[in-house]
């Protein structure tokens, strides 16, 4: 009897811990708002609270500057069930730095026109690539949607930049959609990781729809789901499709990252690298940034000798297509990884033509037949460097091709040289800012530095000099032999370090970033021969 009683008291206990660990709040949105069917509270002690808040930051339109927000703080850890429609609202997360918070998205259509749609504040933050303190769950069968804006820095407050933002690390899971209009970035994890484990997102935002900006540590890691997400087309505007001012890493699942059009921005981009390990991934945009050769999946980057919005097929040599795409705007660049590229593989790639198939977002998939369009050819010549976007760090003078200089601690001097891309314009050149990248850019095309600089002494001339600034763009690695870099820094030297080292790395600080592509091949032909070594294919053009 006693024995018996130990095993039911056992039980006992189990099942009650188990409705602990599946107890859940429900919040229902609406013109009231319930918090377990009860009228949410304006008791900042409740763990669920309600405030009216008008946001005064200077983003705020003059429209919209006596908009008053009702603002849902979850000011506990727990599982929080989320429905219904609200505008003018938000969802602030202000838990403990040791709680961890789920919010459930069941059926949710949210506005925020002044500030961030869903805050996260705090939460417990593991710190740690692909964990995270705070999830958000699409539930299954949903379909949510989120219109949210953002605010600036205002005093203590922090800085949300998109419509959905985050203080702490920030994971996505479960199988139902998300919907996501932002004007300015998408989902953006100011410190931490963004991690995304399944879900289907459709997020089209004014700036970059997914980032990760806190510098050389946030991670953006996608292991599961689909992600379509794309700067939209507006003029004057800006930015990449995927953003990490740390490390991108896909393990699986489907993403395309659609960078603005008209801007000099990538589809896929990030400061420390860009890794595909699994998954169907496209990115395309107008600037050269490189994914690492070392990816467990193989990829293919086509540069492009004129800015296409086709249909864009890959068939293998026996024209089976591998990879199909409908660019729904001109771009330059597209980066694409599918698990049925092989190693040694020989590709067509072919533009326009007649397709048969599964198609979502542009992306064809499960393709039953294709007639090709016009076959492509590479290589034939010297890729040309279409970065002209300027990129600066904080406290640095950055220049826009529609504003000129921007102030900071440094300003680019007339006169002065960028190794690799000639001397800068100034002087009684007459250079007008407001001419635009394409000017800047035949300005440089046209002065030969090695010419220019033949007789000098340049120990004389660099004397003085700030040379992390004159060589931004440019990695040690770059610049110095392996003999020469184990001579300074000796044997124990750490190859991720001096990649990082000088010029402030790939793609960061001031000046042309990143590096434009090589030619991928002396004369053109239209054999794409793929290998891990040679995946990067440049000057893509018509079969004459």
Same mark, same amino acid.
């Given at each position: ?60 339109? $003059?429209?919209?500057?006596?908009? /008053?927000?009702?603002? &849902? ?138 980032? &990760?900006?806190?510098?050389? &540590? ?76 070392? /990816? $467990? ?38 980066? !694409? /990884? ?135 763009? !440019? ?34 600080? !001031? ?34």
């Amino acid at each position: 009897m006693k024995k018996r009683m130990l095993m039911l008291l056992g039980m006992l206990l189990l099942c009650t811990g188990v409705l602990a660990l599946e107890a859940e709040t429900a919040i229902v949105l609406g013109d009231v708002i319930l918090v377990d069917g009860a009228v949410i509270p304006e008791d900042a002690a409740a763990p669920v609270y309600l405030a009216c808040v008008t946001e005064n930051h200077e983003d705020v339109p $003059a429209e919209l500057a006596g908009v /008053s927000n009702r603002v &849902v703080t979850i000011a506990k850890g727990g599982v929080y069930r989320i429905s219904g429609a609200a505008a003018d609202a938000q969802i602030a997360v202000k838990a403990g730095a040791d709680e961890t918070v789920r919010l459930i998205l069941d059926g949710v259509d949210l506005t925020c026109r002044t500030h961030a749609a869903i805050a996260v504040y705090s939460a417990a933050d593991p710190r740690t690539a692909g964990a995270y303190g705070v999830t958000i769950e699409l539930a299954e069968g949903s379909e949510n949607r989120i219109t949210g804006s953002h605010n600036a820095v205002t005093g203590a407050e922090p800085e949300f930049d998109g419509a959905i933002g985050s203080q702490v690390s920030l994971g996505f899971e479960g199988s139902g959609s998300l919907t996501m209009d932002a004007d300015k970035e998408g989902v953006e994890v100011a410190s931490g990781h963004l991690t995304i484990n399944g879900g289907v997102f459709r997020i089209e935002a004014g700036d970059d729809p997914l980032n &990760v900006s806190e510098d050389g &540590v946030g991670v953006l890691t996608m292991n599961g789901g689909y992600v379509y997400s794309a700067v939209k087309n507006a003029p004057g505007g800006e930015g990449d499709g995927i953003d990490s001012n740390g490390w991108i890493v896909f393990n699986g699942g489907t993403a395309i990252n659609l960078a603005h059009p008209a801007s000099q921005d990538g589809g896929i981009d990030s400061d420390m690298g860009s890794t595909i390990n699994g998954g169907l991934i496209v990115g395309a945009g107008n600037m050269y940034d490189p994914i690492e050769s070392d /990816s $467990a999946q193989l990829f293919m980057m086509l540069e492009f000798s004129e800015s296409t919005d086709d249909l864009i097929v890959v068939t293998d040599a026996a024209g089976k297509p591998v990879f199909a795409y409908d660019f729904p705007h001109d771009y330059m660049y597209i980066a !694409f /990884s599918t698990p049925e590229l092989v190693e040694g593989g020989v590709y067509r790639v072919y533009l326009g033509g007649t397709i048969e198939g599964t198609q979502q977002d542009g992306l064809y998939t499960e393709i039953t037949a294709y007639t090709p369009g016009r076959q492509m050819v590479h290589g034939g010549g010297v890729a040309q460097q279409r970065s002209m976007a300027m990129q600066a760090p904080q406290g640095m003078g950055g220049f826009d091709p529609a504003q000129g200089m921007q102030p900071g601690n440094q300003q680019m001097q007339p006169g002065m040289a960028v190794p690799g891309q000639g001397m800068q314009p100034g002087g009684q050149q007459g250079f007008d800012p407001m001419q635009g990248a394409g000017a800047m850019q035949a300005m440089w095309g046209s002065i030969d530095l090695n010419e220019l600089l033949g007789d000098a002494d340049l120990n004389e001339l660099l004397a003085g000099k700030d040379l992390n600034g004159l060589l931004t763009g !440019f990695a040690l690695t770059d610049l110095l032999t392996e003999e020469q870099l184990r001579s300074i820094f000796g044997d124990e030297v750490d190859p991720a370090a001096l990649a990082a080292m000088g010029g402030m790395g790939r793609g960061m600080g !001031f000046g042309m970033a990143p590096r434009g592509m090589e030619s991928s091949a002396e004369t053109a032909t239209g054999d794409f021969l793929l290998t891990r070594q040679s995946c990067t294919f440049s000057n893509v053009s018509a079969m004459e």
